[in-house]
């Protein structure tokens, strides 16, 4: 017996915006070498990146790793890519988060 009709126990559901927080933050922007993203993660999950240009060519791709749930400040080297316009998609199991961010030097 899992509960009843009060809520004593609940359940998460399955929709994908559950999965990740409703915050995350990408600084600094403009960025001259690294790059910071602070999530929150609602479940553990494997977690991985990919930046690509504005044309949409992937630049780099890497895992991040398994993250546990809760705040997790992700911390990405950015310095070997040209002055530009990019964007940056962080995907875990649930869901993927695409920032916009400009490397200026």
Known sequence: WYGDH????????????DRTAPTE????????????????????SKTHYEISDISGNIIKKEPIGY??????KISIDV?????????????????ALTFKFIVER
């Open 6 to 17: 009060r809520g004593l126990l609940s359940f998460p559901t399955r929709r994908s915006s």
């Open 25 to 44: 933050v990408l600084f600094p922007n403009p960025v001259d070498s690294n790059i910071n993203i602070d999530i929150l993660l609602n479940f553990p």
């Open 67 to 72: 993250l546990e749930s809760g705040n997790q």
């Open 79 to 95: 310095s070997s890519l040209q002055t530009g316009m990019y964007y940056l998609k962080l995907q875990t199991d649930f869901d």
